[in-house]
Structure formats: C-alpha cells, structure tokens
C-alpha cells in the first residue's frame, strides 16, 4: 500500500497572451459579422482548458468552432419553428381571450400574453443548460483521457423546473435542496474515461454557505420594519441599503460556497475525491478591481474621444467632424468597446477561474492511472441551444 | 534529434516516461519508453501540434489520424518539454499547424445550411401565413374590434401622438364629407363590419387599414390627392383589405415571423412583439395577392357607386411621377402598385358612366380643411 498522494491543480495562463487573443477573436467576430465567435470561443477555451495543470498534466479542449456553427444553426432552425407557432399562437389568444387593450390593466393582460412567450422558453433554457455542460465535459480531456456526461437533459430540465417552483414556493428556503439536488443530478451522469463521479453530501448543510443571504435580508426588512415603526427617515434608508449591499455579497458567497461544498462531496470511482477552498472575498476584489481599472481605462478614452469630437466639431456649420475624423473616432469607439470586452476576460473572468483551479486539490490521484478511455461523444449540438438562447456564459 | 518526453497512449490514464528520437529513415518520430509494449513510429509528415496551447515552452502533439472524434486526431498525446526538440520540431515540421477537417465536411456543411435555410424559408412563408390566415377567420369581431383600435391608437403614437386622439382631425365640415364618402362608396354592400374611418394630422403620404374595420388617412395623402375620387379610390382598397381580413392576418403572421426573426436577430424574449405588429402594418406591404384583391374590391366598390376609378390610376401615376428617386412616397412604396395595376383602374374607368362627382366643391373643401 503506497500512501495517498494529493495533486494540487495550478493555472498558469498570463493576462498578455489572453487579452490578445480575446481582442483577436473580437476583432474577428465582428468583422465576420458574428460568424467567427463559435471558432473564438473555441480558442479561448483551449487557451483557457490547456492553462490548468493537475498533478502537471494540463488539461485539453478538443471542441471545434466548426461543430459549434453546425449545433447553432440546427438550434435556431429548431428553435424558431417552435417560437414562431407559439408566437403566433399566444398572439391569438391574447387577442381572443384579454380584455379592453386600451385600459392600462388590459394592456398589460395582453403584453403579459404576449411575453409568455419568455416562459414557453424556460425548458429549453434548462435543457440547453445541461447539454452545455455535457458538450463541454465531452471536449475535455486529462491525460489524452475523455470526460463524459450521460444523456438525460429533458430530465434536468423538468426536475429544475419542479425545484424552480417550490424554491418560490418555499420564498427561496429551499433554494439549497434545489442546487445540491440540481447539481447531483449532473454529477452523477458525469464521467472521466470509464469511471463515474458522485455527488455526496446533504443538501441541508448549503444552509451555512446561505446564512449571509438570510441576513441580508434580514437587515432590510428589520430596516423596513423600524424605520417605518419609529419613523426614522434614515433607518429606513440606511439599513436597507446596507441590507442589499450584504446580501449582494451574500449571493456571490452561496454561489462561491456551495460551489466548494459541493465539489469537495464529489468522488470520481469511490477512490478519488477532491477538495475545493475558493474564497469568497478573492472572488469579490477580482470582480471589484477589474472592474475599476476598466471602467477608469474606458473613461479615460471615452473622455479622449470625446474631447476630439468637440475640438473638431467646433466652427464647422455642419455639427460633424471631418469625415476622416468622424470614421477615426468610431473606430476608436469599437476599439474600446472591444477592448473592455477583451480586458474582461483578462483581468475578471480568467483570474476567478485561476482562482478555482489553484484553490483545488485531487485526493489520491494515482488511482486515475487505471482509468480507461470512453468512447467519442458525437455532441449532437454541440451548445448550439445555449448559444441561441445566449445563455453560453463568459467561456 | 532525441529527447525526453511525456506520453499518453489515449487508451488510460496512466502516464507514461518517453525517449522520443528521429527515425533511422528521419521520416518519423521513434517513441519508446518502459510502460510501452512496443516502439512507436509517428510519421513527421501526420504530426500535429496542439493550437491556442498556453504554452511557457511546452508542445503537445499528436497526429492526424481520421478517428470518431471532432477533428481527425490520434486520440494518444506526446507531451514534449525539451527545449531542443521543441525547437527543432517548430522549425522543421511546418504542418505542425496544420488544421484538418474529416472528409466530407463540406458537403455536411452544405446540406446542414441547405436544411436551415430551407426550413426557416418554409416557415416564414407557407406556414405561419397558413396559420395566420386560419387564426384570422377564428378571431371573434369584436377581439377584432378592439385589437384594431389599439393598433390604430399605437400608429398615433409612431406618428408622434403624446396621448391617444392628440392627432386626429376633427373638423366638423370635414367629417361629414368623408362620411358622405363612405356612404356613397357602401351604399347597398354587406362589409360585414362598422367602418371607423379616421384622418390623423400629419404630413406623411399614407393610409391604411387596421383590424377590425378602422380606416385611418393621413393628411398628407388628402393634401396630395387632386380629386376626392382620388381619396374615394384609396378609401375603397383599404376597405378591400378590412373585409378580406387582411390586417388581422398580417398581424398574426408577423407576431410569428417575429419570433422567428427575434432569435435569429438575437432579441430572445422578444417583448417588442406589439411595436413590432405597429411597425409592420405602417411600414410594411402585404402579399401582392392581398393587394390585387384590395385592389378588385375597390374597384368592383367604385363602379357599383358610379365613381370613376380613373382618379386611381392618375393619383399613382403623379405619384410616381413627381417624386421618381430614391424616396418613394410612402403609400407607393407600401402598396407597389405597377403600371398594369393602374392601367387596370383606367381599364375599368374608359366608358363607364358615372352617377356624379363623389363630393361637392365645397364638401371636398372641407375635407382638404378637416385638420385646420
């Protein structure tokens, strides 16, 4: 019996080399009029997938950006017919059944008809979420070694919409049962090679990682509650204020930690098992700072561009500048549009993901050594739903 | 040329210490090592080098191989970190970076857009008018009513309205002629709906029909007609599209198409399905069927009212005539109307006895006033 050797992951991928490519594919997407952004995904990803190391074997995408285009396209055909019937559908009935569209209660009866819409969605929404993340999982690979995910998105999507109902239900209580329930549902039809992940735990202990969501709350009604019994002006500002501010915090901390909870009751085979320590206020000063320092950069050349729009405009009747200015300053006005969008990725989404991998260690990680190849998933839209329903998220 | 390297055989995980040497023959990579059963051989010519790899000195490649996989590669990886070798590869093997595709792709691809295009075109043009000409016989008058007035209030506002009937002309003098108008024009026809016919006060050269029986003219089409049997005539087609249905119909056909364009244009939720509804019927035509029937029924209208449709005619031709270019006036460039179309109305008009001017001097005076 050797003893267990733990393996810790490490990210090295650099801000430099991913800012350039993001501002690349930008680039490339816009001028393709969109085309190109299922080949820059897939680009980003590898960048992104090979930047993770785990016992210093990194890791690899293997998802094409052709793949991508042909999922998208048979999605939207899909996807279009059905909102076209439902549509035209829902338009009749809210023109046939609603009641005088000229009063106010009327009108908003018919929009509500006819954003009903939205809800018919909702299942596709959640059935795009779980093939998402099987496509992902069967592009990846660890030591030449495929990841995998059984088939069973229709299921997801109507367990989450029966959760979805009792969380409101319940005003949110149960929003534990429903992550821990949602996220074993996954797990448990997730592979490495030939061997099965499960999700242990309960779902009773998310409600540590909530408790800052509750009090939160808590803040704001009793600000509410007091400010309106002792009729202080300020209690009633004050309070909720900082209510809404703590439970802000307190959402990013039960995302963070349920997240680390629910990773580290995984085991892959019933001989591996993970550990996962991200912290929450790493992930908030990552958000806050980034944000700052792009929000000052696009201040500062918006201003510039600005500045230049003025000083040209400025004793020509016409209130427009040169045509050669006028096209420099759009330009300019896409290059920083694209830029942000660019050093987003560099400074807020690839920190926090540099984050999650370093703070995430493999138990006993020579028993993966055993571990056997599966067979190809074909990846039948390869997230072509979750990119029409633009719910592909940042990578 | 030899090196040390890491190898994954794509059949376990298990990691496995390489020598990685040029072949005797320099045409292939040599890999060897403890845990292999037998030499390998990787032809330089297949070799691939993984792209988009962050790499601090690190090439993971592999071959091209057609395989079940996404692209056509050997599922087996040969990690190198030897800066030599490294080197020497990306110097020597430029196919390194070459990208491949399984054959037959295109003709996937071909067929895949074929089928996109193809549905997307059968959707929007054989079954939502289908349904929507379904829909519309199914609609009940008076939701018909009521839908068409909220959409005559909504093209109020597109035309600038602050509050509903803020632009509508109400001259007295002016709405007595045009009730003249349309009992001259219905007198002893079944429309089957009560006309609501309305003139909003804004320049802008239009008229159009809204579900349900509403007629609106827009001052600018008054100001430009010559005689009211000009007014007459347009009053009449749009009367065609309000008994063959065709606004209801139009507006169910587009809250599906829609839908449809929401996604592929990327507004999901499509919340402006109402805007959109407006938009269309002010801006849009309707099939060239719907117009030719419109067209049949105003004229079928004129001659059973004695009114002469050569004004019809006319009106288009100096339409056209005066404001040929790139700005179309509005109701032309809504209602395309081609010269065989006015040459029918001329047609119809050439020989046919009429019962009278359809407006006194002074009654087609206050109707050109109902604004003032």
């Known amino acids: 019996m050797s003893e267990i050797?733990?393996?810790?992951?490490?990210?090295t991928g650099q801000s430099g080399p991913i800012f350039g490519l993001s501002l690349k594919v930008a680039v490339l997407t816009l001028l393709t009029l969109g085309i190109y952004r299922f080949w820059g995904k897939s680009r980003i990803r590898r960048y992104v997938w090979s930047s993770a190391e785990l016992d210093g074997d990194r890791f690899e995408y293997t998802g094409t950006g052709l793949e991508k285009f042909l999922g998208f396209l048979m999605a939207v055909v899909f996807l279009a017919v059905y909102l076209g019937v439902v549509q035209i559908g829902l338009t009749f009935i809210g023109l046939t059944l609603l009641g005088e569209p000229e009063t106010d209660a009327g009108m908003a009866a018919q929009a509500l008809a006819f954003n009903l819409t939205f809800l018919s969605l909702v299942p596709f929404l959640l059935f795009a979420l779980y093939r998402a993340r099987r496509y992902k999982l069967a592009r990846t690979r660890w030591r030449g070694i495929r990841f995998g995910m059984d088939k069973g998105a229709w299921g997801y999507a109507f367990r989450a919409i029966g959760h979805y109902i009792l969380t409101i239900l319940t005003l949110g209580i149960l929003l534990p049962r429903q992550s821990f329930h949602l996220e074993k549902y996954m797990t448990d039809r997730m592979w490495f090679g030939d061997t099965r992940f499960e999700q242990g735990g309960r779902w009773q202990d998310l409600y540590a990682p909530m408790k800052h969501v509750f009090i939160g709350l808590a803040v704001i009604l009793l600000g509410l509650a007091a400010g309106i019994a002792l009729d202080m002006g300020l209690l009633l500002v004050a309070l909720p204020v900082i209510g809404l501010l703590w439970l802000t915090i307190g959402v990013i901390h039960y995302r963070v930690q349920s997240f680390a909870y629910l990773t580290s009751?995984?085991?892959?085979?019933?001989?591996?098992?993970?550990?996962?320590?991200?912290?929450?206020?790493?992930?908030?000063?990552?958000?806050?700072?980034g944000g700052i320092v792009i929000g000052l950069a696009v201040a500062i050349i918006g201003g510039l561009l600005g500045a230049v729009f003025l000083t040209t405009v400025e004793g020509i009747a016409t209130a427009m500048p040169p045509v050669g200015v006028m096209i420099l300053l759009i330009l300019g006005y896409v290059a920083m549009i694209l830029g942000a969008g660019a050093a987003t990725t560099a400074l807020i989404v690839q920190p926090i993901v540099a984050h999650y991998v370093d703070t995430f260690t493999a138990i006993n990680i020579d028993a993966a050594n055993a571990i056997r190849q599966r067979v190809a998933d074909r990846g039948a839209d390869a997230e072509g739903f979750a990119d029409a329903l633009d719910i592909g998220g940042a990578i | 040329m030899r090196g040390q390297g890491t190898f994954f055989d794509g059949e376990t995980a298990g990691r496995h210490r390489v020598e990685v040497a040029l072949s005797q023959d320099r045409q292939a990579l040599t890999i060897s090592g403890l845990t292999l059963p037998a030499d390998l051989h990787w032809p330089l010519a297949d070799l691939r080098a993984l792209s988009d790899h962050a790499q601090d000195g690190q090439l993971v490649v592999t071959r091209h191989m057609i395989t079940g996989d996404e692209a056509p590669r050997d599922p087996a990886r040969l990690v190198l970190r030897d800066p030599a070798l490294v080197g020497w590869l990306l110097e020597t093997r430029p196919s390194l970076r070459k990208s491949d595709l399984h054959p037959g792709t295109g003709r996937h691809i071909l067929r895949k857009a074929a089928l996109a295009v193809g549905a997307i075109a059968l959707m929007l043009l054989v079954i939502l008018p289908a349904m929507a000409g379904t829909l519309a016989r199914l609609i009940p008058m008076e939701a018909e009513i009521r839908f068409g007035r909220a959409v005559t209030a909504q093209m109020e506002r597109f035309l600038g309205a602050s509050e509903p009937g803020a632009l509508l002309c109400d001259g007295d003098a002016g709405q007595a002629a045009l009730?003249?108008?349309?009992?001259?024009?219905t007198d002893g026809q079944d429309i089957g709906y009560d006309l609501d016919i309305r003139v909003f006060d804004h320049p802008m050269l239009n008229a159009f029909a809204a579900p349900g029986g509403h007629v609106v003219l827009v001052r600018g089409l008054i100001d430009k007609a010559e005689t009211p049997e000009a007014v007459a005539a347009v009053i009449a087609h749009e009367i065609g599209h309000v008994v063959n249905r065709d606004p209801t119909r139009n507006a169910l056909r587009v809250a599906g198409s829609a839908g449809i364009l929401s996604l592929l244009l990327g507004d999901v939720a499509g919340g402006a399905v109402l805007v959109a509804v407006g938009d269309r019927l002010l801006n849009s035509a309707y099939s060239r069927e719907a117009e030719r029937n419109a067209d049949a029924y105003a004229l079928r209208m004129l001659n059973a009212a004695g009114i002469s449709s050569e004004g019809?005619?006319?009106?288009?031709?100096?339409?056209?005539?005066?404001?040929?270019?790139p700005a179309l006036p509005e109701y032309l460039s809504t209602h395309p109307l081609s010269a065989e179309r006015a040459e029918q109305a001329r047609r119809n008009a050439a020989g046919r006895n009429t019962a009278g001017p359809v407006l006194s001097v002074a009654e087609w005076r206050a109707l050109r006033r109902i604004c003032d």
């Open chain 1, 5 to 11: 050797r733990y393996a810790d992951a490490r990210y």
């Open chain 1, 265 to 289: 009751h995984k085991t892959l085979g019933g001989q591996i098992a993970f550990d996962a320590r991200p912290q929450t206020s790493t992930v908030i000063m990552t958000y806050v700072v």
């Open chain 2, 179 to 185: 009730d003249r108008m349309l009992t001259r024009l």
């Open chain 2, 312 to 325: 019809f005619g006319d009106f288009f031709d100096r339409l056209a005539g005066a404001e040929a270019g």
